[in-house]
């Protein structure tokens, strides 16, 4: 056989998606419709948080005096800031499926 490729390029999928995690998937789409009004209030909140956390305004005068302390500040903004945008992703996956 010279071709490695073992499956069709067509999309064929070779198994069906199993029963109980196509009727899992359906109910976590219905909770997440149900719930879509505060699923789009929590990601307008995300939405605040990462604005606040992405500017300089996040971290007080003082600390914005030392150096040291004010790289530390940024550092652990940033990364509260990446944190909120994996969360928000989430959430909007949650929608999306």
Same mark, same amino acid.
């Given at each position: 056989?010279?071709?490695?490729?073992?499956?069709?390029?067509? !999309?064929?999928?070779?198994? @069906?998606? %199993?029963?109980?995690? =196509?009727?899992? $998937?359906?109910?976590?789409? !219905?909770?997440?419709?149900? @719930?879509? %009004?505060?699923?789009? =209030?929590?990601? $307008?909140?995300?939405?605040?948080?990462?604005?606040?956390?992405?500017?300089?305004?996040?971290?007080?005068?003082?600390?914005?005096?030392?150096?040291?302390?004010?790289?530390?500040?940024?550092?652990?903004?940033?990364?509260?800031?990446?944190?909120?945008?994996?969360?928000?992703?989430?959430?909007?996956?949650?929608?999306?499926?």
């Amino acid at each position: 056989m010279d071709n490695d490729n073992l499956y069709p390029s067509g !999309g064929f999928q070779p198994f @069906a998606e %199993p029963p109980a995690q =196509k009727k899992a $998937r359906a109910q976590e789409k !219905g909770e997440a419709l149900a @719930a879509q %009004p505060t699923i789009e =209030k929590m990601i $307008r909140h995300f939405d605040r948080r990462i604005k606040f956390y992405d500017s300089v305004d996040s971290i007080s005068p003082e600390d914005r005096n030392d150096p040291a302390t004010f790289m530390h500040r940024f550092d652990a903004n940033s990364l509260t800031k990446q944190n909120l945008e994996d969360e928000k992703e989430w959430l909007i996956s949650l929608l999306d499926k």
